[in-house]
């Protein structure tokens, strides 16, 4: 390889390399406000539930109590994933379909 190819080839990886550089200072996070975010879950706010039966109707006016994104009943031989998600409501119901427990996740 003669001198100008390695210097171009040089020159290049360097023009490149310094492409890909920032030096830009990124904005620091604004501070979290006061109080939930918007659609976030509140279970507190639907304890009363527990002991009645739940269906769709009553599912979802505790979602809009919660303040929740989404709502979901689950069952004693239900199957659920691990991923927390702070906007959903969890209403956990028994074998009659009695809520037990009412939780955000």
Do not use: W
């Amino acid at each position: 390889m003669n001198f100008k190819t390695r210097i171009c080839l040089i020159l290049g990886a360097t023009l490149l390399a310094a492409g890909c550089s920032s030096t830009t200072e990124k904005p620091a996070p604004a501070a979290a406000p006061n109080g939930p975010a918007p659609d976030s879950c509140t279970s507190s706010a639907v304890e009363h539930f527990k002991g009645q039966t739940a269906t769709p109707e009553l599912l979802e006016q505790a979602r809009q109590q919660a303040g929740a994104s989404t709502a979901r009943i689950l069952t004693p031989n239900s199957v659920v994933t691990l991923e927390y998600n702070g906007q959903r409501l969890n209403l956990n119901v028994d074998d009659q379909r009695v809520i037990t427990r009412v939780s955000c996740g």
